[in-house]
């Protein structure tokens, strides 16, 4: 008898999972399940073809027909609505039942809401799903003034947004700088100059206490903590995600901000996986939980599941050091491992264009932001991997070109 596999979400996690279950077993019943309209796209181009730069067609990954190639049952607009492990079921809106041997929770986030009065007014945009992206494009080319709010990885994508659709905006941020939690003001700086050279003007020690709306309900300014007015007829609010959980609520599963899992990505409920965004996952390198919400982890996790799921044991664990860029500038961006962590950090400016920052956490490498020379991405990648004792050799490790021979064989994990 065939073993049915059940996988909630369409993301690259979910799909990731799908491709590989069926690669390592021809025979099992494969069943994705989405509550979006469209198969897998690239979250990464979207951004691009919302600043009016792509058009719709390469972004799609998965036409309907990969998965029927595949003998993969896709269910869009299907929102599951509870899971019940001791039945081995899931349910949805419409009242169906799937039964399932393995079950992958793969349902990743929804953007959080601003708290604050009329933060869901016409006009004020979320940037997430291709359906987002669209709604964003079309809306951005017919708006002059523009605000952003998040002064994170993710806002800064709508801050570019503005840039490419000749919005003048302004760029309200809690703190002193953009990413606080990853960049010094020296680093933050090289941003700050970029954006404005884009025509987005980054505003600190901001924020939103309240939207101002027209008659009509469209939004037309934001006020923020300090009574300072910013006129705005497109805004965008990027300040984290919401994690899909409340379908999992009396199933036993345990969340925390996620969903919690080991390094072989298995929740505490038997026959129960999860991957991608919505995992706070065991970090073999950290040695703790922690989260991660790059493209290039959520497919690795899909994957590594998807193994354990098919051999019903813990075949192979999640060992992986994460990066993201930004492309939105004249210069490269990239983030790797866990930057924001970190007890100890070390930095350099080599010139205008060009910085470094490394974070150490009890002595090992635990990832850094590089910003206009990526080519030691792979060295300290390396360094991390290994869970190496460096954080007494920073010098050697800001030299613009590293050379980890160098390193003191004793500062080697024992």
Not at 266 to 287: K, P, W
Not at 293 to 316: F, H, L, P, R
Not at 402 to 412: I, S
């Amino acid at each position: 008898m065939s073993t049915s596999h059940v996988i909630v979400g369409d993301g690259i996690a979910g799909s990731s999972a799908a491709e590989t279950i069926r690669e390592q077993d021809p025979d099992s019943d494969v069943t994705v399940i989405t509550d979006e309209g469209e198969a897998l796209y690239n979250r990464i181009l979207i951004k691009e073809f919302a600043k009016g730069k792509l058009p719709e067609a390469p972004i799609s990954i998965h036409e309907p027909e990969w998965y029927e190639e595949r003998d993969i049952d896709l269910e869009l607009n299907t929102h599951v609505t509870e899971v019940d492990p001791e039945a081995h079921e899931i349910h949805t809106h419409s009242g169906d039942t799937y039964e399932y041997d393995k079950l992958l929770i793969a349902t990743g986030g929804t953007p959080a809401q601003l708290p604050v009065e009329n933060s869901d007014a016409d006009g004020v945009h979320h940037f997430w799903t291709f359906q987002d992206a669209r709604k964003i494009r079309e809306h951005a080319e017919e708006c002059e003034k523009g605000i952003i709010v998040g002064a994170g990885l993710l806002g800064i994508d709508l801050a570019a947004v503005c840039a490419a659709q000749d919005i003048d905006a302004n760029y309200l941020m809690r703190g002193n700088r953009w990413w606080r939690y990853a960049l010094s003001e020296e680093g933050a700086e090289i941003i700050h100059e970029a954006l404005e050279d884009h025509g987005v003007t980054p505003v600190f020690d901001s924020g939103v206490d309240h939207f101002e709306t027209d008659d009509d309900g469209h939004v037309e300014a934001a006020i923020d903590p300090n009574g300072e007015r910013y006129d705005g007829d497109f805004c965008g609010i990027a300040i984290g995600l919401d994690f899909n959980t409340e379908w999992l609520q009396g199933s036993g599963i345990e969340t925390d901000d996620g969903v919690v899992v080991d390094e072989y990505m298995q929740t505490n409920v038997e026959d129960v996986y999860a991957a991608g965004d919505i995992t706070e996952f065991y970090d073999t390198i950290l040695g703790e939980q922690a989260q991660n919400g790059a493209w290039g982890s959520a497919k690795e996790q899909g994957a590594t599941a998807a193994k354990n799921m098919v051999a019903d044991s813990e075949e192979d664990e999640f060992r992986w050091v994460s990066s993201y860029s930004i492309t939105h500038f004249d210069f490269p961006f990239l983030s790797f491992g866990h930057p924001t962590l970190g007890d100890e950090t070390a930095e350099r400016k080599y010139n205008e264009g060009e910085w470094r920052r490394l974070a150490f956490k009890n002595g090992q490498l635990v990832g850094g932001v590089l910003i206009g020379d990526l080519s030691q991405q792979s060295r300290f990648k390396q360094l991390i991997r290994e869970e190496r004792q460096v954080a007494d050799q920073k010098e050697l490790l800001l030299e613009e070109n590293v050379d980890l021979d160098k390193l003191e064989p004793a500062a080697q994990a024992e």
